[in-house]
């Protein structure tokens, strides 16, 4: 894994939000190494905005602004109904 795939994997696991951590951290391990560049500043995006603002985009509770509302967001809700799915 390259050194910015590292920082990025760091900083989604300590966001200071264990339902964030638990969502993007998690995300990262499964896909993180499989994003491309632009999936990449998407993500690193996502982990520059406040936590509460991604958790609500996540979990569908607030609609994300357009900059945001992204493939690679769309593929961590993916992941995060693929947890809830496992968690049953």
Not at 14 to 23: P, S, T, W
């Amino acid at each position: 894994m390259d050194d910015r795939r590292k920082k990025l994997k760091f900083r989604a696991w300590r966001r200071g939000f264990r339902e964030i951590d638990l969502i993007l951290g998690g995300f990262a391990d499964h896909h993180l190494a499989n994003l491309d560049d632009e999936q990449l500043d998407e993500f690193e995006r996502l982990l520059d905005a406040p936590d509460q603002d991604v958790f609500a985009w996540i979990t569908d509770q607030a609609p994300a602004p357009a900059e945001y509302e992204t493939e690679t967001l769309a593929l961590i809700r993916a992941f995060r109904f693929e947890l809830n799915q496992q968690d049953r």
